[in-house]
């Protein structure tokens, strides 16, 4: 077969490589051509903190299709160790450098694919290229931490950056046996969560005996005696013999800026919905593009390897004239940290604040990851956000031991079929006794959502509480007495009926329990008998998240 086109792919990995191999499957004129500057074009960088940690002991499982299998399976070329070094958009040519043999050439082409992924964040801050201090992006990054902590008596590791690299490195330098200090500049961990959430999280570490240090950014490090000196902001210093930065990503996009190519708000290459850049002949997929955000339609730049994956299949379809077309970003996401699964989908609370979105509401909800008589249920801190009026799906967190990724799974496909909290009441989940419950937990959110919306109940915010609000908590009184809210009133539900009389009639009534569902009864009661009752959602459990989150 004659070839039709000569396509160009600059990097590998999710974005370039899943391009490479659908560009084949629907086109078999193509001549294809991968450059990776690295030693490997396609491998698991998500795996990499648990091949440090010996999680993954066999480096080969990392390694997902090597040159050979390319080019037996798919009749593609993939070059690595050729760095490309500049575009002529005029000629279609890019400039190639075999950093092996320092052997320069010229390649054209008439598609071009860029996948250059993303960069650490590397500040110039003092003693960031001191050795023993690493990024983890790559396999020979795992190696080089590898070969530090097995040739040297390290017993203390300082991980800067408290986001999904960091907490899963946290984890994996613990798993080695090592003590772990955390640093993180924003006043809590896992950034892209809503504070009370990422409170679980937090006192999951501390439980862990993981050194916290929050909002407290890096300063500098230095080699003191022998040992790494880490001293941030606020003067604290933590002696370590090994410094992992997870400082979060770039988008890789020196090249297109060279090139004269748009680049987005966030430094990212801007594509269109088939990832085709401001030149027509050029695409751009993976981390190092911007895409909109698929609910706000903000720009966002979201690194992960699943929206990478689509993007390079969206831009072999659209090369091979099909409409395939990215919806656009969510952020679905999740993270094992030291047993704890941390997932989320869509808008928190704080980012739809960020652009100035205050037509929404968010519930809270603590059930059981199966229900409570089979042995083993673990509960599942659960917020979902949605549109005041109209019931439309914006987002979720979970925070749990077992099942949390599940029920964000479910929410998240949800969400990208535009779907309401009343869709999610009538969602058909699997259930036996070990897995989950007649009513799942995204029943429940979605029934509880959908009583807010019906008016069967009101919320109270926790934050900014009205003047003059009269506090009751519907636990039993042993429960009140281990904790509530100061200045609370203790009726116990089983009493209410009895004792509504004692309440006032002319202020706002904020009810609770424990998680939200006694003070939902008592305020259907009340409010049929006449009170501006308002539950408190997620009850003392959320508010003690309240509560640890503002510390």
């Not at 991980?159 to 613990?174: P, R, S, T, W």
């Not at 005696?225 to 770039?250: H, Y």
């Not at 990208?416 to 989950?436: F, I, K, R």
């Amino acid at each position: 077969m004659s070839v039709s086109r000569r396509v160009l792919i600059v990097g590998g990995v999710a974005g370039g490589a899943s391009c490479a191999a659908r560009l084949r499957r629907l086109d078999e004129s193509l001549e294809i051509v991968v450059f990776d500057r690295g030693p490997y074009v396609s491998f698991a960088n998500c795996g990499l903190p648990y091949y440090v940690g010996n999680v993954i002991q066999d480096e080969a499982k990392l390694l997902v299709a090597s040159p050979q299998l390319f080019a037996e399976r798919f009749n593609i070329e993939v070059r690595t160790f050729h760095n490309v070094e500049a575009i002529d958009r005029e000629t279609r040519e890019i400039t190639v450098k075999n950093t092996q043999n320092g052997a320069v050439s010229r390649e054209k082409y008439d598609i071009l694919v860029l996948s250059p992924g993303a960069a650490p964040l590397r500040p110039s801050l003092p003693g960031l290229d001191l050795p023993g201090v690493f990024s983890l992006r790559t396999i020979p990054d795992s190696r080089q931490i590898r070969d530090w902590l097995e040739t040297r008596p390290v017993e203390r590791a300082a991980v800067i950056g408290a986001g999904f690299i960091g907490l899963e490195m946290a984890e994996n330098l613990a798993h080695r046996g090592l003590k772990v200090s955390l640093i993180e500049a924003a006043p809590q961990v896992m950034p892209p969560l809503d504070p009370e959430m990422a409170s679980y999280v937090e006192s999951h570490l501390r439980a862990r005996a993981v050194d916290l240090h929050l909002n407290d950014p890096l300063a500098q490090i230095e080699q003191k005696e022998g040992v790494l000196r880490v001293q941030t902001k606020s003067g604290a210093t933590v002696d370590a013999g090994i410094v992992i930065l997870a400082m979060g990503v770039r988008p890789e996009s020196d090249l297109a800026r060279a090139a004269g190519l748009e680049l987005g708000e966030r430094g990212g290459i801007r594509v269109d919905a088939q990832m085709l850049t401001s030149d027509p002949h050029i695409y751009a997929v993976g981390d190092a593009v911007e895409m909109n955000d698929a609910l706000t339609g903000e720009p966002a730049f979201v690194p992960l390897a699943g929206p990478a994956n689509r993007q390079g299949r969206i831009a072999a379809d659209a090369i091979c004239g099909r409409d395939a077309r990215f919806r656009g970003v969510q952020g679905t996401a999740v993270c094992g940290v030291f047993g704890l699964t941390v997932a989320m989908t869509g808008c928190t609370e704080k980012a739809l604040k960020r652009i100035q979105k205050h037509d929404f509401e968010a519930i809270f909800l603590h059930p059981g990851h199966h229900v409570a008589y089979y042995p083993g249920a673990k509960p599942i801190h659960l917020k979902l956000v949605y549109e005041r009026e109209t019931g439309r799906l914006l987002g979720a967190q979970a925070v749990g031991v077992e099942g949390a990724e599940r029920r964000i799974d479910v929410i998240s496909m949800a969400i990208q079929m535009g779907a309401t909290v009343h869709d999610l009441e009538e969602a058909e989940l699997c259930y036996a006794p070990q897995y989950g419950a007649a009513k799942d937990p995204v029943n429940v959110a979605g029934m509880i959502a959908a009583n807010v919306l019906r008016g069967d109940t009101m919320l109270a915010g926790w934050e900014d509480p009205p003047d003059g609000a009269y506090y009751l908590d519907v636990r039993e009184p042993a429960e009140f007495a281990q904790g509530h809210l100061p200045g609370a009133v203790n009726i116990p539900l089983s009493q209410l009926r009895d004792r509504f009389g004692e309440l006032p009639q002319d202020r706002e009534i904020r009810v609770n329990c424990g998680v939200g569902q006694r003070s939902y009864y008592a305020v259907r009661f009340l409010r049929q008998n006449g009170y501006d009752a308002r539950n408190l959602p997620g009850g003392i459990q959320t508010w003690r998240a309240y509560q640890e989150a503002r510390r």
